[in-house]
T-cell receptor
Framework: GDSVTQMEGPVTLSEEAFLTINCTYT??????LFWYVQYPGEGLQLLLK?????DKGSNKGFEATYRKETTSFHLEKGSVQVSDSAVYFC????????????FGKGTLLTVNP | DVKVTQSSRYLVKRTGEKVFLECVQD?????MFWYRQDPGLGLRLIYF???????EKGDIPEGYSVSREKKERFSLILESASTNQTSMYLC??????????FGPGTRLTVL
């Protein structure tokens, strides 16, 4: 079945540091890939997505590129801020489903001033 | 603006009680979902509904049931709550695009 593996946290960075959160996946067909973010005390919200190989999703300074050859969708940001502190979830929607998202376990990011 | 609301942010129940968690969306979305979120396990799908009165089991439906009598409302029911159902419960809805919109969550504690 479909699965998502993302790097274990927690990740602690200083403000303006470079961020990478690794995400790899296993899926049948041609999945769509997502990063969701959960700020403290809130539900998840979509951060970015990519629907086909070599697509790059971007939002709020975050980027991720859909790499079919390495089955990866790593999240990056060049300069993190304290307000980026949150839990980040990588997810996929398998090619055979219109509905179901499969999530990774989440990575807690803490950014210190 | 998109809005998914859940009836309670925090809930404390006793073992054996029947528990109702309510979710309402105002976007006229066809699809609605219930997940539970546990540390180290991420989000796991309990049930989803793709239309009124239609439902499908997710990955962990045991011990839960759902009801969707109106398009905007999707209820999760714990028939007889147990301590291993202590968790954060997240509702989401989805329209014709790929994006799921989440509510703020209900943190349920079963004593």
């Amino acid at each position: 079945g479909d699965s998502v593996t993302q790097m274990e946290g927690p990740v602690t960075l200083s403000e303006e540091a470079f961020l990478t959160i690794n995400c790899t996946y296993t899926a049948t067909g041609y999945p769509s890939l997502f990063w969701y973010v959960q700020y403290p005390g809130e539900g998840l919200q979509l951060l970015l997505k990519a629907t086909k190989a070599d697509d790059k999703g971007s939002n709020k300074g975050f980027e991720a590129t859909y790499r079919k050859e390495t089955t990866s969708f790593h999240l990056e940001k060049g300069s993190v801020q304290v307000s980026d502190s949150a839990v980040y979830f990588c997810a996929l929607r398998g090619g055979g489903s219109n509905y179901k998202l499969t999530f990774g376990k989440g990575t807690l990011l803490t950014v210190n001033p | 603006d998109v809005k998914v609301t859940q009836s309670s942010r925090y809930l404390v129940k006793r073992t054996g009680e029947k528990v109702f968690l309510e979710c309402v969306q105002d976007m006229d979305h066809e699809n609605m979902f219930w997940y539970r979120q546990d540390p180290g396990l991420g989000l796991r799908l309990i049930y989803f509904s793709y239309d009124v009165k239609m439902k499908e089991k997710g990955d962990i439906p045991e011990g839960y049931s759902v009801s969707r009598e109106k398009k905007e409302r999707f209820s999760l029911i714990l028939e007889s709550a147990s301590t291993n159902q202590t968790s954060m419960y997240l509702c989401a809805s989805k329209g014709s695009t790929d994006t799921q919109y989440f509510g703020p969550g209900t943190r349920l504690t079963v004593l």
